[in-house]
């Protein structure tokens, strides 16, 4: 009976224990509890409604970190180096180099200068832009976008060739360009079927002396000795440009392209100082005679040369004019033949023969 007496005391304590431990919750009336839950409620839905308004804030730009002098270095290395390998894919190009200088960060890309040199020399300036993480060049024009283009103006049609007895055509061209030098190969096989029957006439491009000064260039670095009469690539162009005047007056004209097929083939313009000896000796013409002539009258020779190309306006090479008309026509040896047979009245049998139909690998002028 102890025993029993003692687990009915002990549940008694454990009944007062329990009423102690009643929250202060428990004491609240049910009534005033569900209302301030309810209260409650309503807030945390208005907190929740005046967040979800809450417009969200733009992400504020990271700031593009500013390259080091190393960085740009590098890059400017890149550049001059892609950019010698690409004009290094281009015949007569040998020891031509392309050098980037003055890289600076630009409108989120890198732009920087650039000058293709024939060792010291320098033939050409321009500038070129590379994108930021240093993957792409960009070469060209620079456009600002907000500012409205003109009008276009209508193409004017080209106009035909007229069809003569006896077809001329005037060749211009820069030695060392290597568009004239793909034109100079698609009209040889022609001149040496066409020749007799029509007068092709070799001419060369020369500029004054306010051309140097626009690409950097001394008048020693560009013109022809003690003169003002330059050229593009140079004075060894120029110098070129003398010897093979000299050949086309003092030789006949297979002679001259002999010379010029030999030369397109072989020198370069950081070679031509002593291939053009070479191409002399190859093609059975007097080198001495041939430097003799153009210290004595090569001058004179190059501004003729100026005179005729300044008073048609011609400035790029190559510009062929067909019986006075501008050339429109293929630069393959067929494409040139079927449009100077074209320009006869009575074309001659040798129209008849089939040359090379391929095209130079690529086509624009210099100048």
């Not at 010291?120 to 994108?131: D, E, I």
């Not at 500029?207 to 950097?216: P, R, V, W």
């Not at 067909?322 to 047979?341: H, I, Q, T, V």
Request: with cysteine.
């Amino acid at each position: 009976m102890e025993e029993q007496h003692g687990s009915g005391e002990q549940h008694a304590h454990q009944h007062e224990y329990h009423e102690q431990k009643k929250g202060p919750l428990e004491k609240i009336p049910l009534p005033l509890l569900i209302a301030g839950v309810g209260v409650l409620c309503l807030i945390a839905g208005y907190a929740l409604a005046a967040f979800a308004m809450t417009p969200a804030q733009p992400a504020q730009p990271t700031a593009t970190p500013t390259a080091t002098a190393a960085e740009l270095a590098a890059i400017e290395n890149k550049a001059s180096v892609y950019l010698t390998s690409m004009v290094a894919l281009q015949a007569g190009s040998e020891g031509i180099t392309v050098e980037a200088t003055n890289a600076s960060e630009y409108k989120g890309i890198y732009a920087m200068d650039i000058a293709v040199m024939d060792g010291a020399q320098v033939l050409q300036t321009g500038k070129v832009y590379v994108s930021r993480d240093g993957s792409t060049l960009i070469i060209g024009n620079e456009f600002d976008l907000e500012t409205p283009l003109p009008s276009p103006s209508p193409v004017p049609s080209p106009s035909p060739i007229p069809k003569v007895a006896k077809p001329d055509a005037q060749v211009f061209v820069m030695s060392f360009c290597p568009y004239g030098v793909q034109a100079e190969q698609g009209l040889s096989p022609v001149a040496r079927i066409l020749g007799a029957n029509m007068t092709i006439e070799p001419h060369f491009i020369i500029y004054d002396s306010g051309f140097c000064s626009t690409y950097g260039m001394s008048l020693e670095q560009c013109c022809f000795a003690n003169t003002t009469l330059c050229s593009l690539h140079g004075v060894k162009e120029a110098d070129e440009d003398a010897r093979q005047l000299c050949i086309l007056r003092d030789y006949n004209k297979t002679a001259w392209w002999d010379y010029v097929d030999y030369v397109n083939a072989n020198c370069t313009l950081g070679t031509i100082e002593t291939c053009w000896m070479q191409a002399a000796n190859a093609t059975k013409l007097n080198a001495t005679a041939i430097a003799s002539c153009a210290a004595a009258d090569g001058a004179k020779l190059l501004e003729s040369e100026k005179t005729l190309g300044d008073s048609l306006g011609i400035s790029s090479s190559p510009t062929i004019l067909l019986n006075g008309m501008d050339y429109a026509g293929g630069s393959s040896p067929e494409g040139f033949k079927n449009e100077f047979c074209n320009a006869f009245i009575d074309p001659p049998a040798a129209c008849s023969l089939t040359l090379s139909e391929a095209e130079a690998s690529a086509s624009g002028s210099c100048g």
